[in-house]
């Protein structure tokens, strides 16, 4: 008896549909990009943004954005999703990290311990078109390599390399056993051998290496210990979070909507209770700590004015602390766009996204829905304050260096859309030759000069008054 083609290659049909998407969007028109006359005013959409946040902290967001290109670019995710949607799209749908610009991938340890480098912010995570975190990527290494004084020559590399990493490890998962696709990740020891692969090759120079190396030995000292002995003081005998307004604001130092003290132990004990149910696992450690103080934190760039709380916990005694953030998560930015999530809090939509697009989780990532001192129920994520946690510096990337970068996070990228949606669909969709790696390439740097544009307005918008400026210190932009 004769086998179909399908039942002979059960993956056949998928790799076909693939394929057959370039009829909806060719290859080459992923390339294609210009603002049409109706294109939204960018500053009204910041203003817009702003509303649902905190006031008193709009203009450090802006100010952190004005410092370049990079730095706005970086805070900009609702301008670009509007720009994508504006657009054909191929219609192949996995979930996506929604931000996936070259600073929010980085290293974090895994439950078993290990140093691994993966995406590591979800905010925006909701499903779409997988093409939107490739192109939000590669543009962002544009936007690096100008802000880095790169030659157009070295930008259209290291652009061209997120691409290719992409599209060369999509493709790889796609003929990879099933198991392996799901399993496959990047931890830190496997990256040092990479880089000495280069090295030896002379495709990355000393200072590449060393500063992988500097990265990786930085990342192994982050952990609860440290950041409990730069963010924790002892006060009459309490532990307590050190202030630093307006970046760091013990509870205390806050008020409620009645205008009174909003410390209340009581009630983050039972927002911790109801928080640990949505934890992995029967039996958690966080059953061992108890809560001892909290304060408001500002995260980010794009992040800042969303509701960001670091929490104090402690184990056997003093000693044995547990920093948590609480991070507020509102509706992904991609949702006006794309649908609203199908999850009933924001808080559910990022740990379930992280959960999926990511190779090993923290696990201390869950979520809860908390009264605001404002009366009002927000949705939040919690993971731990700092667990491992490095990245690359762009501002000290070199042109070989930033080419290597470029190639690893869009192998990480592709890694995740594998967990997320169909590899074997977007492999056949990309397909063998450079067509998408040039696409990709070319709308970069048409996209790079957008956002030079919309960073002018921003410029302009703070120097007229339009928007508040802020002219205290606004650094921890991470």
């Given at each position: 008896?004769?086998?179909?083609?399908?039942?002979?290659d059960?993956?056949?049909?998928r790799?076909?549909?693939?394929?057959?998407?370039?009829?909806?969007?060719?290859?080459?028109?992923?390339?294609?990009?210009?603002?049409?006359?109706?294109?939204?005013?960018?500053?009204?959409?910041?203003?817009?943004?702003?509303?649902?946040?905190?006031?008193?902290?709009?203009?450090?967001r802006?100010?952190?954005?004005?410092?370049?290109?990079?730095?706005?670019?970086?805070?900009a995710?609702?301008?670009?999703?509007?720009?994508?949607?504006?657009?054909?799209?191929?219609?192949?749908?996995?979930?996506?990290?929604?931000?996936?610009?070259?600073?929010n991938?980085?290293?974090?340890?895994?439950?078993?311990?290990?140093?691994?480098?993966?995406?590591?912010?979800?905010?925006e995570?909701?499903?779409?078109?997988?093409?939107?975190?490739?192109?939000?990527?590669?543009?962002?290494?544009?936007?690096?390599?100008r802000?880095?004084?790169?030659?157009?020559?070295?930008?259209?590399?290291?652009?061209?390399?997120?691409?290719?990493?992409?599209?060369?490890?999509?493709?790889?998962?796609?003929?990879?056993?099933?198991?392996?696709?799901?399993?496959?990740?990047?931890?830190?020891?496997?990256?040092?051998?990479?880089?000495?692969?280069?090295?030896?090759?002379?495709?990355?120079?000393?200072?590449?290496?060393?500063?992988?190396?500097?990265?990786?030995?930085?990342?192994?000292?982050?952990?609860?210990?440290?950041?409990?002995?730069k963010?924790?003081?002892?006060?009459?005998?309490?532990?307590r979070?050190?202030?630093?307004?307006?970046?760091?604001?013990?509870?205390e130092?806050?008020?409620?909507?009645?205008?009174?003290?909003?410390?209340?132990?009581?009630?983050?004990?039972?927002?911790?209770?109801?928080?640990?149910?949505?934890l992995?696992?029967?039996r958690?450690?966080?059953?061992?700590?108890?809560?001892?103080?909290?304060?408001?934190?500002?995260?980010?760039?794009?992040?800042?004015?969303?509701?960001?709380?670091v929490?104090?916990?402690?184990?056997r005694?003093?000693?044995?602390?547990l920093?948590?953030?609480?991070?507020?998560?509102?509706?992904?930015v991609?949702?006006?766009?794309?649908?609203?999530?199908?999850?009933?809090?924001?808080?559910?939509?990022?740990?379930?996204?992280?959960?999926?697009m990511?190779?090993?989780?923290?696990?201390?990532?869950?979520?809860?829905?908390?009264?605001?001192?404002?009366?009002?129920?927000?949705?939040?994520?919690?993971?731990?304050?700092?667990?491992?946690?490095?990245g690359?510096?762009?501002?000290?990337?070199?042109?070989?260096?930033?080419?290597?970068?470029?190639?690893?996070?869009?192998?990480?990228?592709?890694?995740?859309?594998?967990?997320?949606?169909?590899?074997?669909?977007?492999?056949?969709?990309?397909?063998?030759?450079?067509?998408?790696?040039?696409?990709?390439?070319?709308?970069a740097?048409?996209?790079a000069?957008q956002?030079e544009?919309?960073?002018?307005a921003?410029?302009?918008?703070?120097?007229?008054?339009?928007l508040?400026?802020?002219?205290?210190?606004?650094g921890?932009?991470?």
């Amino acid at each position: 008896m004769t086998r179909s083609p399908q039942e002979a290659d059960p993956f056949a049909a998928r790799r076909e549909a693939g394929r057959a998407a370039r009829a909806r969007l060719a290859r080459t028109q992923l390339g294609q990009w210009s603002p049409g006359p109706d294109r939204s005013d960018p500053i009204a959409l910041l203003e817009e943004q702003s509303i649902s946040r905190v006031r008193e902290l709009t203009p450090v967001r802006y100010a952190r954005m004005s410092a370049s290109p990079l730095a706005f670019y970086r805070g900009a995710a609702l301008l670009m999703a509007a720009d994508l949607a504006s657009h054909a799209h191929s219609g192949i749908i996995t979930q996506l990290c929604g931000d996936a610009h070259l600073s929010n991938f980085g290293l974090y340890r895994t439950p078993e311990r290990v140093l691994t480098f993966d995406i590591n912010d979800f905010d925006e995570t909701l499903p779409g078109p997988f093409e939107w975190d490739v192109k939000r990527l590669a543009a962002s290494f544009a936007v690096a390599c100008r802000y880095r004084g790169f030659s157009t020559e070295d930008e259209r590399g290291c652009v061209t390399a997120a691409a290719r990493g992409y599209r060369s490890a999509i493709r790889a998962a796609a003929k990879a056993s099933v198991l392996d696709a799901w399993y496959d990740r990047l931890d830190a020891e496997r990256a040092q051998r990479v880089v000495r692969e280069q090295h030896r090759s002379l495709r990355v120079g000393d200072a590449e290496v060393e500063r992988l190396d500097a990265t990786i030995r930085k990342a192994r000292k982050r952990d609860s210990r440290r950041a409990f002995r730069k963010l924790v003081e002892l006060v009459d005998g309490r532990l307590r979070i050190t202030a630093a307004p307006p970046l760091i604001v013990p509870i205390e130092d806050l008020v409620d909507d009645t205008g009174s003290a909003a410390d209340d132990a009581e009630t983050m004990r039972r927002v911790l209770e109801e928080y640990r149910e949505t934890l992995l696992g029967g039996r958690h450690p966080l059953a061992e700590y108890r809560y001892r103080h909290m304060a408001r934190k500002v995260v980010g760039v794009g992040s800042v004015g969303t509701r960001a709380w670091v929490i104090l916990l402690s184990g056997r005694d003093d000693g044995d602390p547990l920093l948590l953030q609480a991070k507020e998560a509102q509706a992904s930015v991609l949702e006006r766009f794309l649908g609203a999530s199908e999850y009933d809090t924001h808080g559910e939509r990022v740990v379930r996204g992280q959960r999926l697009m990511q190779a090993s989780s923290d696990i201390f990532l869950g979520w809860q829905s908390i009264v605001g001192l404002d009366g009002q129920h927000r949705d939040f994520y919690l993971r731990q304050l700092q667990d491992g946690k490095g990245g690359i510096d762009p501002e000290s990337m070199t042109p070989r260096g930033a080419v290597l970068y470029a190639q690893v996070c869009g192998e990480t990228l592709a890694r995740a859309h594998s967990r997320g949606g169909d590899r074997v669909e977007i492999a056949g969709y990309v397909g063998a030759s450079t067509t998408f790696d040039d696409a990709i390439a070319d709308f970069a740097a048409v996209y790079a000069d957008q956002n030079e544009s919309d960073f002018l307005a921003l410029t302009e918008a703070l120097a007229s008054g339009r928007l508040a400026s802020e002219r205290r210190p606004v650094g921890g932009q991470r």
